[in-house]
């Protein structure tokens, strides 16, 4: 979809209800830009396009801001935390929630460009990141080359249970 495409939802933003299941799997291009910030025009924090996919949490439980995610094994449009070794097919949405999207709820996932991700281990600044043994986090990944479940490199340095900025690239696992 274009950049132009109105949004169902905005990023950060959770829908309980099926008034827009008939949304789900679409794809949205948005900026680069701090949607968490009051100003009327939102601080841009790169030049990058971050495209984002509107789903379902099937996880059974809460997803947090920054977990890594892979495709449900209930239906495609939906998505469960990723586990180590796992396809990750995005990231949830960095603005969400503190609490995260509950089960059942429809939210953004980031499947391409700059967003912050939750980190199970020290991440240093230009590593390749790929899934942690903690479910739902990354962790660096310094194999030469590197291990199939890279998904992006980091572009901030980040510590355990903490999120840290990374360029991603899940859309091959994608839908």
């Known amino acids: ?29 948005f900026p680069d830009v701090n949607f968490a910030s009051s100003a009327a025009v939102k601080p841009v924090l790169s030049g990058m396009a971050v495209t984002c996919r509107y789903v379902s949490n099937e996880n ?26 796992d396809d990750v097919c995005g990231i949830a949405d960095e603005y969400l929630p503190t609490a995260g999207v509950a089960d059942d709820e429809f939210f953004w996932i980031v499947v391409e460009g700059p967003t912050k991700v939750l980190a199970g281990a020290t991440v240093s600044i230009g590593a390749h990141i790929g899934t942690d043994s903690t479910s739902g986090r990354a962790a660096a990944d310094a194999s030469d080359p590197p291990n199939a479940d890279v998904f992006g490199r980091a572009i901030a340095a980040g510590t355990d249970g903490n999120n840290f900025r990374a360029v991603v690239n899940c859309k091959r696992f994608g839908v």
């Open 60 to 85: 059974g439980s809460a997803i947090l801001p920054g977990e890594l995610v892979k495709i449900s094994s209930n239906t495609i449009t939906g998505v469960e935390q990723a586990d180590s070794g």
């Open 1 to 29: 979809m274009s950049a132009s495409t109105v949004s169902p939802l905005p990023r950060g933003k959770t829908a309980d209800d099926a008034t827009l299941s008939h949304l789900l799997g679409m794809e949205k291009k």
